[in-house]
C-alpha cells in the first residue's frame, strides 16, 4: 500500500501545526513530522552547538535523520509541518525523499490573508523557544516571511507539483480538506 506524505506550505500562524494535529488523529497511522519540534529540543538540550548564523544546520541534520528514520523503519502515512515555502525544497522532499512510487503525494496550502497573520501573532502564547536568535517573536518572522516572498524561489504551490493540491483560505476549509485526504487515503 502507498502512504501519503502531507507537505504544509504556509506562512508562521497560518494553521498548519493545528491542521496537522487534527489530520494525525483522524488520519489512522500517521505521524507528524515539525522542524519546531526539533528546534525546541536543541535549544533546550544542545544550544551551544547551534550555529549562530547561515543555516540551521543542526536542526535540519536532525529532521532528516527523523525523516529518513520513518521513511526506512516505519509505514506510517507521514504529515510534514514545516513552511516549505520555498519550490527548491519542495521539489527535493518530492524527487528525493518522498517519491511518487512509494507516496502519493499531497501539498495543503495555507493562503491566509496577511492581514489575519498580523493579528494572530500579535495574540500569540506560542513558546519562542524555537529560535536560535534570528527572532524574538513571531511578528518579526512574519515580516521576513512577507519578505521573503519577494525572493524567486518563495511561491506558492502548483499544479503539478504533488499528486494532490489543497488551499485552505480560511478556518472554514480544514474540515472539507481533512474528509478529502481522508478519502485519498481510503483509495
Known amino acids: 500500500m502507498k502512504r501519503l506524505v502531507v507537505i504544509t506550505v504556509g506562512k508562521t500562524h497560518s494553521g498548519k501545526t493545528t491542521f496537522a494535529r487534527v ?5 489512522e497511522n500517521s505521524m507528524i513530522i515539525d522542524q519546531d519540534n526539533h528546534a525546541e529540543f536543541i535549544n533546550s538540550y544542545y544550544k551551544k552547538l547551534q550555529p549562530t548564523q547561515g543555516p540551521n544546520t543542526l536542526k535540519h541534520a536532525l529532521s532528516k535523520l527523523i525523516v529518513n ?7 506510517y502515512h507521514l504529515i510534514i509541518c514545516n513552511s516549505n515555502r520555498s519550490l527548491k525544497d519542495r521539489s ?7 517519491r511518487n512510487d512509494d507516496f502519493t503525494q499531497i501539498i495543503v496550502h495555507f493562503d491566509i ?12 502564547q506560542r513558546s ?20 521573503d516572498s519577494l525572493n ?12 494532490h493540491l489543497f488551499v485552505i483560505k480560511d478556518n472554514a476549509d480544514v474540515g472539507t480538506i481533512i474528509l478529502e485526504i481522508l478519502q485519498i487515503a481510503r483509495q
Open 128 to 147: 519562542t523557544n524555537i529560535f536560535r536568535g534570528d527572532y524574538s517573536n513571531f511578528a518579526e518572522v512574519l515580516e521576513k516571511q512577507q519578505t
Open 23 to 27: 489530520l494525525e488523529k483522524e488520519l
Open 69 to 75: 528514520y520513518a521513511i526506512e523503519l516505519t509505514d
Open 92 to 98: 527535493y522532499l518530492f524527487k528525493e525523499l518522498f
Open 113 to 124: 490573508p496577511y492581514h489575519v497573520l498580523q493579528a494572530r501573532v500579535t495574540e500569540s
Open 152 to 163: 524567486e524561489d518563495v511561491m506558492d504551490p502548483t499544479q503539478g507539483e504533488a499528486d
